[in-house]
């Protein structure tokens, strides 16, 4: 009897693990800085205009309820994150903090030093998801087949309000959200930012709302214009790194491409 038994403990066992695997969990927030709102469960594989609009439907009845304001969705910086498969963003999280504490220990300055420091906290303290790099906006998605691909997992779905300001930070003194305004440049924020000494003030790294990140020429023998959305990351070079630091700032633009408002 227990030759019986056996193989069909096994194939149920394996039956429940696909099973478990098929499932998808979808996370709804306003803001990667809180707690999920809305979680759904689906028990297979589904299309991402009906998670989009399943997610947008039940954080509307959900602010009802609890009587939130329900305000409009800044469809340039929703965002959907793969919670699942963050092993690689995780790797590079670690080594970006190694190299700046190394850097900050190199260094024979408390007040640099301090800097690197704050920079490395802000890292730390990202929520980071394998961002899935396309339009969310649910016009988008249903007029357009390759933006409504089938996904399965856990994946967290945040729909913020509109931002008033942008992030700058990497390479300068006094890093931290300055105000958007509507005719403001790069040159203009980073002024306020002040670049530091090992800045590199050739370009600057524009990472907008929605991941994509566009390295900017500012210098005045190369300078383009590029527009800034709300919400932007402004992010300047480290330059002449040695070897044991060359992957840093390709690092952070990666982190900051997969981190949502």
């Given amino acids: ?31 990667s800085n809180q707690d999920a709102q809305v979680e759904l ?13 399943n997610g947008l439907q039940q954080l509307q009845i959900h602010n009802k309820n609890n009587h939130k304001e329900i305000t409009p969705i800044y469809w340039l910086g929703a965002a959907l994150l793969d919670i ?12 970006t903090l190694s190299q700046l504490a190394q850097m900050g220990q190199a260094a024979d300055d408390s007040i640099y030093t301090a800097k690197l420091a704050k920079l490395a906290q802000f890292l730390r303290q990202i929520k980071l998801g394998q961002r899935v790099m396309q339009p969310l906006h649910p016009d988008l998605i249903r007029i357009n087949d390759s933006y409504n691909p089938l996904i ?14 942008v992030l700058v930070m990497g ?3 006094k890093a931290g959200s300055f105000e958007w305004q509507v005719n403001k440049n790069s040159k203009d924020y980073l002024a306020k930012a002040i670049p530091l ?4 003030n050739s370009f600057v790294w524009i990472v907008q709302p929605d ?6 020429p500012i210098a005045y023998w190369n300078a383009q214009a590029q527009d800034i959305a709300p919400g932007a990351v ?9 070897e044991d630091y060359s992957t840093l700032n390709a690092n952070i633009i990666e982190l900051l491409r997969n981190r949502a408002l």
């Avoid at 469960?41 to 609009?53: A, G, H, Q």
């Fill in 1 to 31: 009897m227990r030759s019986y038994l056996m193989p069909l403990a096994l194939l149920l066992s394996s039956v429940l693990a696909t099973v478990a695997q098929a499932e998808t969990q979808l996370l709804v927030t306003t803001s």
């Fill in 41 to 53: 469960l689906y028990p297979t594989s589904i299309r991402l205009d009906k998670v989009v609009l």
């Fill in 84 to 95: 699942q498969n963050t092993a690689a963003l995780e790797a590079k999280r670690k080594e």
């Fill in 152 to 165: 399965d997992g856990r994946f967290e779905l945040i729909l913020p309000q509109r931002p008033t300001t």
């Fill in 171 to 173: 390479a300068v003194a």
């Fill in 197 to 200: 000494e090992n800045a590199d």
């Fill in 211 to 216: 991941g994509k990140a566009l390295k900017q």
């Fill in 234 to 242: 402004l992010y300047v070079e480290f330059s002449d790194l040695v």
